[in-house]
């Protein structure tokens, strides 16, 4: 549908749409084996990135005095939202791998010194292997950490110290989107131990080649497998005093990270969700069982409405979140939050209706329907878990009552 898109969204759309036919899809269902290479940096080839460049969806987000593509500012996150959708349509792990370039560009355009904006953005623009990564998860501290638990024994493991001009970090960071494979880091760490998260939090920029970073390992996931989702040790980390981003309230900062971001997640999320119709559609209206292709049995028939209505769902309540989040309206923190749990569990489901529509075929590896239902459960991880999203909710509707701190009054 191209209703309420502009010329340009509309153009956007078309290439990435050509670009996912022609290219992800068919290299998808041929290679099916590719997404289990044990080896990280051969499992995606480079040609792909190179596609993406090509088609101009790589490094949104980078402003146009540093080579990005100027998008209409009124609208930029409900063009992100689009292709983001059309990308994970294709395939969710690259439209993860490319969307941290657009979160994190965006993040970097509004906290980044200009010379560090000038120089890591030419990296980005210049080299279609580039990644960017945002690290905030900790093994004893993830999307709790936007509950209003705003106190010390709740805020980040990961230390940093200022010693003689620069800035000492230790600690590690868990579960790192292109953790594994990105160039340059946005990397969270408390800097003052005796304040809660939302004053002692600063981030920090942080090369790949920087003495005392560690890639520790990369996750092997469940489903988005084409990004390589990585862990991260600091010992002894120096960095630069001008790699400071926000020092203190970086958590309060990096709002302009997470409300696109959210937006993106559920886009990426109603890709998967619309995939997994395609191919249903197609699949009922093709299989013949008991003498009649599967669509004509009306138990089949319902399965697929609830399909459809789930995904329009989804799509209406992500259009008013996006459109919030460009409009900077006061309700778009909660709308964001809103749009991205919704869709997580929302698709959780078109993606079961998706498998058992397939029947045995639906849990063959090479029938790939099963990707989609893999793919799809990632999404309950990413971004703050279903129950701390609700909790959020909940706690901007109530900041007096369910937004206070749970503990000793
Ligand atoms: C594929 C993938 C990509 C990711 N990418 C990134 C990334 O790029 N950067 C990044 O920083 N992080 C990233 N994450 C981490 C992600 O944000 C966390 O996994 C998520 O926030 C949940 O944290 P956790 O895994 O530590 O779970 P936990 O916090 O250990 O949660 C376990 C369970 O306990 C519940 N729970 C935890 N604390 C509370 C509480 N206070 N009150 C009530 N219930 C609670 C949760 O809802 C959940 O059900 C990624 C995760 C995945 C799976």
Not at 228 to 236: C, I, K, P, R, S
């Amino acid at each position: 549908m191209t209703r309420g898109l502009s010329e340009e969204q509309d153009l956007m759309r078309a290439s990435c749409r050509a670009f996912v036919d022609d290219v992800i899809l068919p290299f998808i269902r041929s290679n099916w084996q590719r997404e289990w290479d044990m080896n990280p940096m051969t499992r995606l080839p480079p040609e792909i990135l190179v596609g993406a460049e090509e088609v101009g969806i790589r490094a949104l987000g980078v402003p146009p005095e540093f080579g990005g593509l100027e998008l209409d500012p009124a609208s930029e996150v409900q063009t992100f939202a689009l292709i983001a959708e059309e990308i994970a349509r294709g395939d969710s792990g690259l439209a993860d791998k490319l969307v941290q370039n657009w979160k994190v560009s965006v993040l970097l355009r509004n906290l980044a010194p200009e010379h560090l904006q000038e120089k890591w953005f030419a990296r980005l623009v210049g080299d279609p292997q580039f990644l960017l990564a945002h690290c905030l998860t900790e093994p004893r501290g993830a999307s709790d950490r936007w509950l209003p638990y705003n106190v010390p024994e709740a805020a980040m493991q990961t230390r940093a110290v200022k010693r003689n001009g620069e800035w000492i970090i230790n600690g590690r960071k868990q579960f790192i989107s292109n953790g594994y494979d990105a160039g340059l880091y946005v990397v969270y760490a408390n800097t003052n131990p005796a304040v809660g998260m939302l004053q002692g939090t600063s981030s920090f920029l942080v090369p790949r080649d920087t003495p005392g970073l560690t890639v520790a390992r990369c996750n092997e996931t469940l489903g988005c497998r084409f990004m390589n989702n990585g862990e991260l040790v600091f010992e002894d980390m120096r960095v630069p005093s001008d790699h400071l981003l926000v020092e203190g309230d970086a958590l309060g900062k990096a709002g302009v990270y997470f409300r696109p971001g959210k937006i993106i997640q559920a886009a990426k999320n109603l890709g998967v969700g619309v995939r997994a119709f395609e191919v249903t559609a197609d699949y009922v209206q093709n299989y013949v069982q008991g003498g009649r292709i599967l669509i004509k049995h009306q138990a089949v028939a319902l399965r697929l409405a609830d399909m459809a209505t789930r995904i329009e769902a989804v799509r209406a309540l992500l259009a008013r979140a996006s459109r919030a989040v460009d409009d900077n309206a006061p309700d778009a923190d909660v709308l964001c939050n809103m749009a991205k749990v919704h869709a997580s569990e929302e698709i959780m489901k078109v993606a079961q209706h998706a498998l058992e529509l397939h029947g045995g075929n639906g849990v063959m590896l090479d029938f790939g329907v099963e990707k989609l239902f893999r793919d799809a459960s990632i999404f309950l991880h990413m971004d703050a878990t279903a129950d701390i999203s609700k909790l959020k909710i909940i706690k901007s509707m109530f900041p007096t009552t369910a937004g206070k701190y749970a503990g000793p009054e």
